[in-house]
C-alpha cells in the first residue's frame, strides 16, 4: 500500500468529468481535497485543462467525448462503449478509496454501474445531479444501486430526491455562487448598462451544435429588431476553440457584433449587458444572478425534439425559472424559436416594460434562494466526499 513521504497511507481518489463545466469543478474539488489531505492523497481519472493543473492526468482527451444529437451518438457508439469500459476498469485496476463522478450521466454513470459491480466496496459520489426531476424520474431510484451520495448544485435537488426515492442527496451550491464579485457591475459599469445605446448579449451555446441551431436564427431576429428602428450594440461572448465557427457565422450579418473572447472577457460584458437572447442553459442561471433580463431559446434537431417531448416532465426548461419557482423568462422552444418571436420579446427587454421589471425583482431574490451557509460549494463538497470515503477506507 502506498505511503506518502510523512508516512500516512496515500488516498487515492478517481476523478470522472467530461465537460468544460465539470472539469471545473473537479479542479476546485481536487484543491480542496489537496488542502485537506497534503500529500496524503493522489488523484487519477478524465479531465481537462483545469483538472490537469491540479494534477490530474486524464486517461484520454475529453474532447473524445464531445459527441451530440442522437445520430452522432450512434455513430460513435462503439468508441463510447470502449472508453466506458477502459475507465471502469482503470477505476478497479486502481483500488480507488472512492469514485467522484461529475456531470455527464450518459457517460459516468454507465461507468459507475460497471464499477460498483466489479467491485461493491468503492463508494461513488455524484456531483451534480442528472435532471431527475425533469425526465427520466425512475433513474433516481435506479441511482441507489450505484451511488452513495449525490452533490447537488441546485436549492430544489434534495427535495427531489427524496419524492423521487433516491439516494441521499445534499445541496452544497452552485459555483456560479463562488463568482458573484465578477457576475455584478460596478458603479461604472451599471452606468453604462442602463446608458445608451443599451448593449445586447447574445448566447447561442457553448457547443458546435448549439451554435449551428441557434446563430442563424439569431442574427435574423437582431437584424428583424434594427429594421424596426431599435438602436442597440451587440457582444457575442464566445471562447477561443470557437472564434473562428462564429467569425463564419456572422461574416454576412447586416448587425455585427463585438466578438468576446474568454471567460473573463464574458463576465465583464454581462456586467454592462442591458438584455441577453441566450440559448437555454446554465447561462440563464449566470446572467439572473448577474441581473440582466433575458429571452431564452432552444432548438435541436427533430429526433431529439421527438424524444424530449415525450420524456420532460417540468413545465419550464429554463434553469433560472427552475430555481426562481415561477416562469419569469420566456422561452421560445423549436418552431417557436423564430426571428419574429425572438424580435418581439427582445424589444420588450429594451424598453422600461413588465417583463424586464418582473425579470429584475425575481432575479433580486436569487442570493438568498441559493444560498450554502458560509462555506464555499467546493468546501461542502469535498466534506462529504472526505465523509463517505472514509466508510470505505481499507487499511490506514
Known amino acids: 500500500m502506498a505511503r506518502s513521504p510523512t508516512g500516512h497511507v496515500a488516498r487515492k481518489i478517481f476523478l470522472i468529468a467530461t465537460e468544460e463545466s465539470g472539469d471545473r469543478l473537479g479542479a476546485g474539488l481536487m484543491k480542496v481535497l489537496r488542502q485537506r489531505l497534503g500529500d496524503a492523497v493522489t488523484f487519477e481519472g478524465v479531465g481537462g485543462r483545469a483538472m490537469a493543473r491540479e494534477g490530474l492526468t486524464s486517461l484520454f482527451p475529453i474532447e473524445e467525448l464531445s459527441i451530440m444529437g442522437l445520430a452522432a451518438v450512434l455513430r460513435q457508439l462503439p468508441k463510447l462503449l470502449r472508453l466506458i469500459r477502459q475507465t471502469a476498469e482503470a477505476?478497479?485496476?486502481?483500488?480507488?478509496?472512492?469514485?467522484?463522478?461529475?456531470?455527464?450521466?450518459?457517460?459516468?454513470?454507465?461507468?459507475?454501474?460497471?464499477?460498483?459491480?466489479?467491485?461493491?466496496?468503492?463508494?461513488?459520489?455524484?456531483?451534480?445531479?442528472?435532471?431527475?426531476?425533469?425526465?427520466?424520474?425512475?433513474?433516481?431510484?435506479?441511482?441507489?444501486?450505484?451511488?452513495?451520495?449525490?452533490?447537488?448544485?441546485?436549492?430544489?435537488?434534495?427535495?427531489?430526491?427524496?419524492?423521487?426515492?433516491?439516494?441521499p442527496c445534499s445541496y452544497v451550491g452552485h459555483p456560479l455562487i463562488e463568482q458573484i464579485d465578477r457576475l455584478r457591475p460596478n458603479a461604472e459599469e451599471q452606468a453604462r448598462r442602463d446608458g445608451s445605446p443599451p448593449i445586447v448579449l447574445l448566447l447561442p451555446g457553448s457547443r458546435r451544435s448549439e451554435i449551428a441551431h441557434h446563430l442563424g436564427v439569431f442574427g435574423a431576429a437582431l437584424d428583424r429588431l434594427r429594421g424596426q428602428g431599435a438602436d442597440f450594440e451587440v457582444m457575442l461572448p464566445t471562447m477561443p476553440h470557437l472564434e473562428a465557427v462564429i467569425l463564419a457565422g456572422i461574416a454576412n450579418w447586416p448587425v455585427v457584433p463585438t466578438i468576446v473572447i474568454g471567460e473573463a472577457e464574458?463576465?465583464?460584458?454581462?456586467?454592462?449587458?442591458?438584455?441577453?437572447?441566450?440559448?437555454?442553459?446554465?447561462?440563464?442561471?449566470e446572467l439572473a444572478l448577474s441581473g440582466v433580463p433575458m429571452i431564452t431559446a432552444y432548438r435541436i434537431g427533430a429526433a431529439e425534439a421527438f424524444v424530449l417531448r415525450r420524456a420532460i416532465k417540468v413545465n419550464t426548461v429554463i434553469l433560472a425559472n427552475l430555481v426562481l419557482g415561477?416562469?419569469?423568462?420566456?422561452?421560445?422552444?423549436?418552431?417557436?424559436?423564430?426571428?419574429?418571436?425572438?424580435?418581439?420579446?427582445?424589444?420588450?427587454?429594451?424598453?422600461?416594460?413588465?417583463?424586464?421589471?418582473?425579470?429584475?425583482e425575481a432575479f433580486a431574490?436569487?442570493?438568498?434562494?441559493?444560498?450554502?451557509?458560509?462555506?464555499?460549494?467546493?468546501v461542502r463538497a469535498a466534506d462529504i466526499v472526505l465523509a463517505t470515503m472514509r466508510k470505505g477506507w481499507r487499511g490506514s
Open 326 to 360: 415561477k416562469e419569469v423568462i420566456p422561452e421560445f422552444l423549436q418552431e417557436n424559436c423564430t426571428p419574429e418571436k425572438l424580435a418581439q420579446a427582445l424589444s420588450e427587454l429594451l424598453s422600461d416594460s413588465a417583463m424586464r421589471r418582473s425579470q429584475c
Open 91 to 167: 477505476v478497479t485496476n486502481a483500488s480507488a478509496d472512492i469514485l467522484v463522478i461529475i456531470d455527464s450521466p450518459d457517460f459516468t454513470h454507465r461507468v459507475a454501474r460497471r464499477v460498483r459491480a466489479r467491485d461493491p466496496s468503492i463508494p461513488i459520489v455524484n456531483y451534480v445531479s442528472p435532471t431527475v426531476w425533469a425526465w427520466r424520474p425512475g433513474r433516481a431510484r435506479a441511482m441507489r444501486g450505484y451511488v452513495d451520495h449525490v452533490l447537488a448544485l441546485l436549492p430544489f435537488e434534495p427535495d427531489a430526491y427524496r419524492r423521487l426515492n433516491g439516494p
Open 365 to 378: 431574490t436569487l442570493d438568498a434562494i441559493m444560498s450554502s451557509g458560509h462555506a464555499s460549494p467546493s
Open 266 to 285: 464574458k463576465r465583464a460584458a454581462f456586467r454592462i449587458a442591458h438584455a441577453a437572447l441566450a440559448k437555454s442553459g446554465t447561462v440563464t442561471l
